[in-house]
């Protein structure tokens, strides 16, 4: 029997809001509580990533697939480092929809992150049509093998996942604790596949309205190893009990 190591995470996506005083008064609430146990991340927009405290952990919401150069708008993985960012999310539903990242561009972007020493928190997640006509698992294979067929699996274990189902997203319909932990389940199967290891250590977050009253009940599936959290990522209070619920598991 192999033995999981997986540290619980919890990941706050600001999106296009925050500002100095919720950087100040995120990080005294968080810092008050004993959360030793997993690791907290804020991924707030780009301008305010180098305001944070050296102890905060940071994530961009985005990387540009390129070096540097005539790439207006666009931000390198060395500009993220050089701002103390560790983590980048690639492939959130938001910039497949508004900014038409494909598969193939949000594989690029996860590659160019993993050889930048950063660790992509690589989304994937179907809108609901796609559950209601069926199409679920054959959806969610094509956006992992996307990135599998750029990466290989073994890069997988310097990355984390998080499934996000579109419809939950911003929407307060959260997916129920089963649905996530049959989502959940499927993708460390369809990894154990090429390797049981990288699969069974694999983090695997779950993003989609959750709130500190429903944490709990989504992070004790046994394949649920924390959140991605967008509105409540705004809310101190919330975050820091959704935090709770995640260092629980460690
Ligand atoms: C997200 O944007 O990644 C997200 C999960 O948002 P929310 O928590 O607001 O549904």
């Known amino acids: 029997m192999q033995v999981t190591t997986r540290r619980p995470m919890v990941a706050g996506n600001w999106k296009m809001n925050g500002d100095t005083s919720l950087i100040k008064t995120m990080q005294s609430t968080l810092a008050q509580a004993d959360l030793s146990n997993m690791d907290w991340v804020i991924c707030p927009p780009m301008p305010l990533l180098g305001l944070f405290d050296k102890s905060t ?29 560790q983590y980048v999310i690639i492939g959130h539903s938001e910039r497949r929809q508004d900014n038409h990242e494909s598969d193939q561009l949000i594989a690029e972007k996860v590659k160019k992150t993993l050889d930048a020493g950063l660790t992509p928190i690589f ?32 890069a997988f274990a310097d990355l984390v996942m998080a499934y996000e189902p579109i419809w939950a997203i911003g929407t307060g319909k959260t997916a129920s604790p089963e649905q996530a932990q049959e989502v959940h389940a499927f993708v460390r199967d369809y990894l154990a596949k090429q390797d049981a290891n990288i699969a069974q250590q694999q983090v695997i977050l779950y993003g989609g309205s959750v709130k500190g009253s429903n944490a709990d009940e989504l992070f004790s599936q046994p394949d649920v190893d924390g959140g991605l959290i967008g509105g409540a990522s705004l809310k101190p209070d919330d975050f820091l009990s959704i935090c709770l619920a995640a260092n629980k598991l460690g």
């Open 123 to 154: 989304c994937f997640g179907e809108p609901e049509s796609v559950r209601d006509d069926g199409s679920l698992f054959e959806y969610l294979s094509a956006q992992l093998d996307a990135v599998l067929e750029v990466i290989g699996i073994s």
């Open 57 to 85: 952990k940071l994530g961009s919401q985005n990387v540009s697939q390129f070096d540097s150069g005539a790439h207006t708008g666009e931000t390198s993985t060395s500009l993220l480092k050089e701002v103390g960012c």
